[in-house]
């Protein structure tokens, strides 16, 4: 089993959709969780990072960590097509320096 | 501010040939690291550099593959007598202290060894 486990996709919805991602881990370690949110061609970009368990929001962005169950989700409200990205999850603490990466998720938002 | 930058963007080189790769952190960033995306992979972590720690070469998957960093701040990741296997996106990532893993990314350099 894979520390961190993440659905390589592809997940295609329709604009406006709500988008759920997730991971799920093994490590009951880890204190930090991150997204990151990576264009083709790019380097990833952070887009939430939280501490422990519970919620945080950001404009559409929502990361939610239930550490009790070892996972995390990403929501995206009223998709776009600009969402159109591969998302990474990233795990770490636990006296380890190095993140733990998911694999990514392919996500298609149609107009 | 200016972010993490890298360079070159793309690098095309021949079997067995060395290559050098250069990533500029962000200005007082402690702690600056090293990955392998292939395609369809994930991450792959090479190294990790801390201020004047030692640096934590435990990802690197071969002698060939080796970095310095110069002064706290710039590095180079050198791949001598490069073999088509390492064709691949390299990244860096710098972070704002040791003690958090909240890593800023740079937009990579794409190697192809022909």
């Known amino acids: 089993q894979k520390e961190v486990e993440q659905d390589p996709g592809p997940l295609s919805v329709p604009e406006g959709a709500i988008v759920s991602l997730n991971c799920t881990y093994s490590n009951s370690a880890f204190q930090y969780f991150m997204w990151y949110r990576q264009y083709s061609r790019k380097g990833p970009e952070l887009l939430m990072y939280t501490y422990s368990s519970g919620n945080k929001e950001d404009g559409r962005f929502t990361a939610q960590v239930d550490k009790s169950s070892k996972y995390i989700s990403l929501f995206i409200r009223d998709s776009q097509p600009s969402d159109s990205a591969t998302y990474l999850c990233a795990m770490g603490g636990g006296g380890s320096y190095i993140p733990t990466f998911g694999r990514g998720t392919s996500l298609i938002v149609h107009p | 501010g200016a972010g993490v930058s890298q360079s070159p963007s793309n690098k095309v080189t021949e079997k067995g040939k060395d290559v050098e790769l250069r990533c500029d952190p962000i200005?007082?960033?402690?702690?600056l690291y090293w990955y392998r995306q292939s395609l369809g992979q994930g991450l792959e972590f090479l190294i990790y550099?801390?201020?004047?720690?030692?640096?934590?070469k435990s990802g690197l998957p071969s002698d060939r593959f080796s970095a310095e960093r110069t002064g706290g701040s710039v590095s180079t990741l050198t791949i001598q007598r490069t073999q088509q296997e390492d064709s691949a996106v390299y990244l860096c990532a710098s972070s704002p202290t040791s003690d958090r893993s909240e890593q800023f990314f740079g937009p990579g350099t794409r190697l192809t060894v022909l």
């Open positions: 200005s007082g960033h402690t702690a």
């Open positions: 550099f801390q201020g004047n720690s030692a640096p934590d």
